[in-house]
Nanobody
Framework: QVQLVESGGGLVQPGGSLRLSCAAS????????MAWYRQAPGKQRELAAG???????NYADSVKGRFTISRDNAQNTVYLQMNSLKPEDTAVYYC????????????????WGRGTQVTVSS
């Protein structure tokens, strides 16, 4: 079994900051690409930021310059530092990881966390 557990969400005022964490645990050989997605009420889930095992990153245009994704490969953990938060950042944030469970696995399996609520409001 593999689990992704997110933490760090909450209520913050516009202009504030939050740091999300997501730790992968269980039967894991290697965690490859990791990402943060978000889903606002009434909208489709969208990619906020992604990071490869080598540290290459990509961001949605709406969060560039405000959000920073990083990871700790030794801890199988990905982070999302969110600064200058806006009300439109309000959403449930989901962690996603491509995981190779065994050395003999041919491909990664995509896993999702349960999500953490981020609310930006005064």
């Amino acid at each position: 079994q593999v689990q992704l557990v997110e933490s760090g969400g909450g209520l913050v005022q516009p202009g504030g900051s939050l740091r999300l964490s997501c730790a992968a645990s269980g039967s894991i050989f290697r965690v490859n690409a990791m990402a943060w997605y978000r889903q606002a009420p009434g909208k489709q889930r969208e990619l906020a930021a992604g990071i490869t095992s080598g540290g290459n990153t990509n961001y949605a245009d709406s969060v560039k310059g405000r959000f920073t994704i990083s990871r700790d490969n030794a801890q199988n953990t990905v982070y999302l530092q969110m600064n200058s938060l806006k009300p439109e950042d309000t959403a449930v944030y989901y962690c996603n990881a491509g995981i190779k469970r065994y050395a003999t696995s041919r491909s990664d399996v995509s896993y999702w966390g349960r999500g953490t609520q981020v609310t930006v409001s005064s």
